[in-house]
């Protein structure tokens, strides 16, 4: 757990990690971050040290897009709205009754974010850029 008075500032250092201009500087951000945090919060930066190429991921896919992939605020807003949904409901009589509740809130969700496009994903060069990514990726299965 990170001191009050630490905060922000382990914060913004942290910050510096993800907002790096490519996955190279970012791991070079990140030894930084390391070396002046690791030993006032050694589990906090081992637990991010061990999750680095996971956490980095994003820096594989366009660059207009990284923010939209590293920012969680979608998936957030979705969680809240199924937990508003569900607990009023307290129990239910079985797992279908759940899964029909998750259902219709995701049908209601598609709606209405159907005509909304992300940020940077309708970009022609995002749009080429992904198309590559998908085709190295599974097309060597089809040889």
């Known amino acids: 757990k990170i001191r009050v008075s630490d905060k922000t500032e ?4 942290l ?4 907002t790096a201009i490519d996955g190279d500087v970012a791991k070079a951000v ?17 637990s991010w040290e061990e999750q680095l190429p996971t956490l ?19 998936i957030e807003r979705m969680n809240k ?3 508003k949904r569900l607990k009023p409901m307290n129990s239910l009589t079985n ?16 709606e209405k974010w159907c005509g909304r496009a992300i940020r940077g994903f309708v970009d022609p060069d995002t749009k080429v850029a992904f198309e590559q990514m998908y085709n190295e990726r599974y097309a060597r299965g089809a040889d």
């Open 95 to 110: 797992i279908e009754a759940a899964e029909k509740i998750i259902y219709l809130q995701a049908l209601d969700y598609n």
């Open 15 to 18: 910050k510096q990690v993800y």
């Open 30 to 46: 990140f030894d930084g971050f390391k070396d002046k945090w690791r030993k006032q919060y050694p589990k906090e930066v081992k």
């Open 56 to 74: 980095l991921t994003f820096y594989k896919y366009p660059e207009l897009t990284r923010r939209a992939i590293y920012t969680t605020n979608p």
């Open 10 to 13: 382990f914060l913004e250092d």
């Open 81 to 83: 709205e199924l937990r």
